[in-house]
């Protein structure tokens, strides 16, 4: 039970901000001394060679985000699978799509902008990622689904390897959204480089930061070329705006390339900072009855966010409805919200374990699939009982902690301590 005993620090500790280096404005100053001030230019060119050569890939195209990347990803599986949809249809209209059910959700979103179902696969527990098990479950049922679109959660990879081996088999393409762990590897193939399509982000709280921005990365020149048309209006070959097919304006700004150019001389710099800060709140929290972030054999994360999981019995008791939450302290024992509400008396932030696609209001008729291979949805929810929901209990039980590169050793130990004091 956590009583106030720490004072709060003078400015705020982030969960994750932005860490520029100076070179970056050399960069952006290129691009306004050079006028190139708009979405063509020499730092868009080379932030493109830079991403696929550090992905380990042949193409890079880039964009304004990594939602956007995520969207052209689908249009290209979509119409590679299904054809060219007539126009005013999606890409992907009434198909069946695996997701992976414990990200962000604009990891999935660009499956529903293209008609999409997406039917959500279960969370491994000793990963914190899609379920590989959960997923041959899911070919059981749908195995006419021929798309899956996989995350990383936090920079700690699963095996996204072995989800790819499940696709092939079942002649299904992989969309690897691996927005939250550039520069993580597993067997030291790096992630990015394990779908058919796969984005990296330059959000603003990533490992790297243009502002904005992110890249579609595949190891088609056909592709790519397609991508990049779609990205700047679908513009044919002709001397007046021709248009064959719908565009989108999703090109990269070659300012906020500049930033990104910037920032990827820092990406390992960045790592190793997450990485020790990592392993700073798993020395200080040894004690305590918490999990921090798995990571899975064979893997190195890139350390993005620090997570915990409290041991379930350790937890008191806490509920949450859709916007809301109440729980009642208890000597010993802690829940997320106390932890979180420790963390922001003083000056600092955290944030719950990210709430499971399948509990979202907006998402609660579509199926969620488990190990146990069973379809689950609210309308037979978690009723028949007896099925082990990983993602809700991670989330249940799970804290993102402050991991900025900035915060210093004393700030992180302070934040321990207050941690600590949760479960006296
Ligand atoms: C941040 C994030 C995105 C979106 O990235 P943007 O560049 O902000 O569009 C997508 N998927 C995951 C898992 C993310 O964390």
Redesign the pocket.
Known sequence: MFKRQFGPFDHKVWLASPTMHGEELKYITEAYETNWMSTVGKNINEVERIAAEKAGVNYAVGLS???AA?HLCVKLAGEKLYGKPPISHGALEGKRVFCSDM??D??LNPVVYEGGIPVFIDTEKDSWNMDPVALEKAFEHYPEVKLVVS?ELYGFPGRMDEIKRICEKHGALLIE?A??AMGATIDGKQCGSFGDYSAV???GN?IITGS???CLLTNSIEDANRARKWSTQARENAPWYQHEEVGYNYRMSNVIAGVVRGQYKYLEEHIAQKKAIYERYKEGLKDLPVQMNPITEGTEPNYWLSALIIDEDAMCKQVRGEADVCYRPEEGKSCPTEILEAITSINAEGRPIWKPMHMQPMYRMHECIGREGTIRCRTNAYIAGGVEDVGADIFQRGVCLPSDNKMTAEEQDRIIEVIKACFD
């Open positions: 985000a990594c939602t995520l990200t962000f604009a990891t995350a959204d927005a939250e982000s330059y959000n990533k904005a921005g992110g």
